[in-house]
């Protein structure tokens, strides 16, 4: 149930991010939901993409410094309250969420938040068992 | 104006003839009383009653900043530690210091050297002196201090540091003379003009600057902007601290080098023959006089040249040319002596981080910087913001533990550090002295 994100850290220096999409569009790579993390003088590029396998090769022979990190996402009723409900859940277990964001397409009536947990496997334990729909990686890359 | 007119202004044979003397005689010591020394001039093949002339000064071997370390801590004192009263001690390039050891005698030498170099560069007994160089392992405060007390002028004890206060008490106490670091006494006009204080309107007439280096340019600036009269000073630790050199008044051209106590040599630094007079070279210094820790032939890295030509002050003492560089790669980052190679154990000391680093040496608003750049590579590299920040804070903390000196530490991306064939380019200084 667990999802895969490359992350990608880069300088904060003009032309960085466009330099990313440039080598992971060349590459035909299709980027499905981001989120950047930035401090003065540097960020990192968290990545969901359909090929996450090519997206680590081009961007490393490039230089980048490119990991893989465990994500889980959870598809969130999209109305009013629905995130709380989530993490009303986690919290009530005491997994801490250490960084959050939103999936770009939605999932039927629902939309798509992707999280990094300090507990990974306990997290998704707690949102099954409380009916919440988590999504599997490969249907995920593919959205 | 004189401190000790007899010997600032002997003859020049009389002065040769006092060195020799002096030359034999700490060769004397130094063969007798440190191990270092006797199986250094053996292995030259020099006995001490071999030396008969300054030229003979040529056959000795050089002593390196490598050979204090390797004798850590006491290993090159000449005098037994009941009679060392006090020792100071300067970075080395591994963490260990570099030990100085001075008997009471040579403490007084210090303070007398000290009282010549204040009188030299205008300053009398009468005088508020304002000395904000540091006071510690540092031979900067202490030393400057002895000379002003042993001359007989007021000195504040400052130390460095809470520039408010500094300038509040300048103002205050009607100090008349500065001592600190040229960078520092920018930075502190700059203090003083947000404080609405007047620079113009202070009492002092002279300010006395080292331990960095500095230029012509930069002389104009704090002259300007300070109000009073730059000068010049050298000294280093292993030789004695501040008081080796200074300029005089009068001429404010070259650095008098009280040589009725040290012998100094420009060499070429690749080859280590001497160079003439005039020639741009490192110095080299003998100390004559010295009974804690003589040294013979010292590299003292700095780049200079020296004048035997008489001066308009009429002191007879050579006079060594404001220092141009280093023959090696040590940095001096606000007063304190940083090597490359420090920074190096340090960074490499931490969890995960490659070799790969720049130092990047800047100054902003007259204070020296320093940024230390470290490539992010996979072992280091964590999606997670507050660990990377936690890795550069690290690298911050050990730098400013260890060398004392602030730093700003930067992850960079892997291969934006350029790689060269051999000697990799470690430092960038884009100070404009």
């Known amino acids: 149930m667990k999802a895969e994100q490359i992350s990608v850290f880069i300088e904060n220096k003009s032309g960085r991010l466009a330099e990313i999409t440039r080598i992971l569009g060349e590459a035909g790579i299709n980027i499905r939901a981001l989120s950047l993390a930035d401090t003065s003088d540097f960020g990192i590029l968290r990545l969901i993409v359909n090929d996450r396998e090519k997206a680590k090769v081009v961007l490393k022979e490039k230089g980048f410094t490119v990991s893989k990190t465990e994500v889980v996402a959870v598809e969130v009723p999209d109305k009013p309250g629905g995130l709380y409900q989530i993490l009303r859940t986690l919290d009530s277990e005491t997994i801490n969420v250490e960084y959050m964001y939103a999936f770009v397409e939605r999932c039927g009536e629902n939309a798509v938040i992707i999280f990094r947990f300090d507990e990974t496997d306990k997290a998704i334990k707690t949102l099954l068992n409380k009916g919440f729909n988590v999504l599997d990686g490969e249907r995920l890359y593919g959205m | ?433």
Not at chain 2, 83 to 106: C, E, L, N, Q
Not at chain 2, 115 to 132: P, Q
Not at chain 2, 175 to 191: D, I, K, Q, R
Not at chain 2, 298 to 308: A, L, Q, V
Request: charged letters at 25%; aromatic letters at 8%; glycine letters at 8%.
């Open chain 2, 1 to 433: 104006m004189y401190h000790n007119e007899e010997f600032e202004t002997l003859p020049r044979p009389a002065l040769e003839a006092l060195q020799l003397k002096r030359l034999k005689n700490t060769l004397l010591r130094v063969y007798t009383n440190v191990p270092f020394y006797r199986a250094t001039l053996d292995r030259a093949g020099i006995t001490p009653d071999a030396v008969n002339s300054l030229d003979d000064l040529e056959k000795l071997p050089f002593t390196f900043k490598q050979d204090m370390r390797d004798s850590y801590p006491y290993g090159l004192f000449a005098a037994p530690m009941d009679d060392i009263v006090r020792i100071h001690a300067s970075s080395g390039t591994t963490g260990k210091p570099t030990v100085v050891g001075y008997t009471r005698k040579d403490i007084d030498v210090w303070a007398e050297l000290m009282a010549r170099s204040f009188v030299a560069a205008g300053v009398h007994k009468g005088d508020i002196i304002h000395n904000a160089y540091g006071y510690g392992l540092f031979t900067g405060g202490l030393g400057a201090h002895y000379g002003a007390e042993k001359l007989g002028a007021s000195v504040i004890p400052m130390s460095g540091g809470n520039t408010k206060r500094q300038i509040m008490i300048m103002q205050d106490f009607g100090s008349t003379v500065l001592t600190c670091t040229p960078s520092y006494s920018l930075f502190m006009a700059e203090a003083a003009r947000e404080e609405g204080v007047d620079f113009q309107k202070l009492s002092l007439h002279v300010g006395i600057f080292g331990a960095e280096p500095w230029s012509e340019t930069m002389r104009g600036e704090i002259e300007a902007k300070l109000n009073l009269c730059a000068i010049d000073i050298y000294g280093l630790s292993e030789i004695m601290g501040p008081g080796v050199a200074i300029e005089c008044r009068e001429a404010k051209k070259g650095l008098h080098i009280w040589e009725d106590h040290f012998i100094p040599e420009i060499i070429n630094p690749e080859s280590g023959e001497r160079l003439p007079a005039g020639e741009k070279g490192e110095l080299v210094i003998t100390t004559i006089t010295k009974e804690g820790i003589p040294l013979i032939r010292y590299r003292t890295r700095d780049i200079t040249s020296i004048t035997y030509e008489p001066c308009a002050c009429g002191r007879t003492h050579a006079r060594i040319a404001r220092m141009s560089g280093r023959s090696d790669d040590m940095m001096i980052i606000r007063g304190v002596n940083v090597f490359p190679s420090q920074i190096e154990s340090i960074i490499m000391g931490i969890e995960g981080v490659e070799p790969h680093y720049l130092l990047i040496v800047d100054r902003k608003e007259n204070l020296d910087t320093l940024e230390v750049q470290v490539e992010v590579d996979e072992k280091l590299f964590s999606d997670e913001v507050k660990h990377l920040q936690t890795l550069s804070q690290t690298i911050e903390k050990e730098i400013k533990d260890t060398l004392g000196v602030t730093c700003k530490a930067r992850l960079v991306e892997p291969k934006t550090i350029q790689r060269s064939e051999g000697k990799a380019k470690r430092v960038i200084d884009n100070r404009k002295m």
